[in-house]
């Protein structure tokens, strides 16, 4: 079993920064393809990011590309959200989700079967 907590959410500005943390308990993550995803109200879920179990290969969502990057610290056991240029629609609760030797790439896909799921953390962008 993976459990996987969430922080870092909060109210930013439009135009502001946040860097959500995923970090992971149970087993190491370093065999696991790990993913976020958001809801935002009405909304069903999404696909956020992407980063391969290596490291080796990160996906985005086209509406982040440029101003989201995931990461990955194996020997902290916790994957990064750093968000810049925020802006009212990317509002949401964010949600880290992994899968053992998942294949990130597919991660986008709303049937993917992912493993493991956190609570989610809040983030509101004040326009």
């Known amino acids: 079993q993976v459990q996987l907590v969430e922080t870092g959410g909060g109210l930013v500005q439009a135009g502001g920064s946040l860097r959500l943390s995923c970090a992971a308990s149970?087993?190491?993550?370093?065999?696991?393809?790990m993913g976020w995803f958001r809801q935002a109200p009405v909304k069903e879920r999404e696909f956020v990011a992407a980063?391969?179990?290596?490291?080796?290969?990160?996906y985005y969502e086209d509406s982040v590309k440029g101003r989201f990057a995931i990461s990955r610290d194996n020997a902290k056991n916790t994957v990064y959200l750093q968000m810049n240029s925020l802006k009212s629609e990317d509002t949401a609760v964010y949600y880290c989700?992994?899968?053992?030797?998942?294949?990130?790439?597919?991660?986008?896909?709303?049937?993917?079967?992912?493993?493991?799921w956190g609570q989610g953390t809040q983030v509101t962008v004040s326009s």
């Open positions: 989700a992994a899968k053992q030797f998942g294949r990130a790439g597919q991660f986008s896909r709303s049937d993917y079967p992912m493993g493991y």
């Open positions: 980063i391969s179990w290596s490291g080796g290969s990160t």
């Open positions: 149970g087993r190491a993550i370093s065999s696991y393809s």
